[in-house]
């Protein structure tokens, strides 16, 4: 059984710290790397995408990948409250298949 | 900008009706799926389809069916609603690899009372 896991939350940062969410995945075969951001009540929308070992940035988010250690994070700097929400971690074999999508981690920035 | 349509953002259905919830697709994307999603649980799939007139059981297909006659329209059907059927509806699409991702609809709140 392919899985992704994540920590559930709530995780509660002050505005302008660094949030650091995490997720892990049990197939190796595993290529492709995503994050959604889902808003209360909104459906997911793509912030992030990683395919290979390292580090990518996008402004305020950047990406991690260790395929070794079937690991992936994102970390947001300076958090801002809008940046409040939950967010989804989906991992995908590049092939013809389907995404595997943890349960999401809450993340909560406090003024 | 591309997009993924649900045709209703809210319904509320009596138990036993049968119910369609649409979805459609602008991206001329091969693969559409359908989630639920409750609290607590996640994503959980229902169907998904990778071509037309194609589908595929996903993780919780009872109590649900799917039709994709057309590549950009993708149907799923509550042959006769229950109140545990009572769930946000996700609908969404993706090119045939999901290299970049899917894309999701905006989703369906149904209430069934």
């Known amino acids: 059984q392919k899985e992704v896991e994540q920590n559930s939350g709530p995780l509660s940062v002050p505005e302008g710290a660094i949030a650091s969410l995490n997720c892990t995945y049990s197939?190796?075969?595993?290529?492709?790397f995503f994050w959604y951001r889902q808003y209360s009540g909104k459906s997911p929308e793509l912030i992030m995408s990683i395919y290979s070992n390292g580090d990518k940035e996008d402004g305020r988010f950047t990406a991690q990948l260790n395929k070794a250690s079937q690991y992936v994070s994102l970390l947001i700097r300076d958090s801002q409250p809008s940046d409040s929400a939950t967010y989804l971690c989906?991992?995908?074999?590049?092939?013809?298949?389907?995404?595997?999508f943890g349960k999401g981690t809450k993340l909560s920035v406090k003024p | 900008d591309v997009k993924v349509t649900q045709s209703s953002r809210y319904l509320v259905k009596r138990t036993g009706e049968k119910v369609f919830l649409e979805c459609v697709q602008d991206m001329d994307h091969e693969n559409m799926f359908w989630y639920r999603q409750d609290p607590g649980l996640g994503l959980r799939l229902i169907y998904f389809s990778y071509d037309v007139k194609m589908k595929e059981k996903g993780d919780i297909p009872e109590g649900y069916s799917v039709s994709r006659e057309k590549k950009e329209r993708f149907s799923l059907i509550l042959e006769s609603a229950s109140t545990n059927q009572t769930s946000m509806y996700l609908c969404a699409s993706s090119l045939w690899n999901s290299q970049y991702g899917y894309t999701f609809g905006s989703g369906t709140r149904l209430t069934v009372v």
């Open positions: 197939d190796r075969g595993s290529q492709s």
């Open positions: 989906a991992v995908g074999r590049g092939s013809q298949g389907n995404l595997i």
